[in-house]
């Protein structure tokens, strides 16, 4: 039995040991917005946060991931309460066939978690190991500038909130 927290959940699993922890999220907890793409951790299309790092999830078996916590696309946001990325791709219409976007937008949340405003070419330096077949890359890179310049200015105006509240 292996234990770990699942976008918050304390979770267990009785898979083998050496299942990759991609077909442990998509087949034993069905949450199939992680993708398989290529099966040797070089595309992207399968990155979750593992410990708030993003991590090709299908070569990683998840013997490795005991007591870790993982962070899935499902939960980053909700339909109602979207993450400032995934509000941008929406807006921005990043995505053409969509198959590596939820690893798109996992390893660009975690550029965002390290750099919270990053150059046109931290995000290209970034997330050059994501693949994108249909070549939206311009459109990531954008969506991803604009999350950046949105969480910046939540940030700002929750400091000015909080700088005119008068003490009790």
């Known amino acids: 039995m292996i234990e770990f927290k699942l976008n918050g959940a304390s979770v267990k699993t009785q898979d083998s040991p050496d299942t990759p922890l991609l077909w442990v999220i ?7 917005g992680s993708k398989f793409g290529c099966g040797a951790g070089l595309c992207g299309a399968c990155t979750m946060h ?5 991590t090709r999830t299908c070569i990683l078996p998840i013997a490795a ?7 899935t696309i499902e939960g980053i946001g909700t339909a109602d309460n979207m993450h400032p990325l995934q509000e941008q791709w929406v807006a921005q219409s990043v995505p053409q066939c969509g198959y590596c976007q939820s690893g798109q937008i996992m ?9 919270p405003m990053p150059t046109e070419q931290d995000v ?10 249909c070549g939206c890359y311009p459109r990531i890179k954008s969506a991803i500038l604009a999350a950046a310049q949105k969480l910046a200015d939540q940030d ?11 003490p009790a």
Request: proline share 2%; aromatic share 4%; with cysteine.
């Open 124 to 133: 290209e330096a970034y997330m050059a190991g994501n693949i994108c077949r």
């Open 65 to 71: 991931i005991a007591g870790k916590e993982i962070t």
């Open 26 to 32: 998509r087949d034993t907890f069905k949450l199939t």
């Open 156 to 166: 700002a105006e929750s400091a000015k909130e909080a700088s005119n509240v008068e």
């Open 107 to 115: 390893s660009a949340a975690s550029l965002l978690d390290q750099n």
């Open 50 to 54: 593992v410990d708030g790092q993003p």
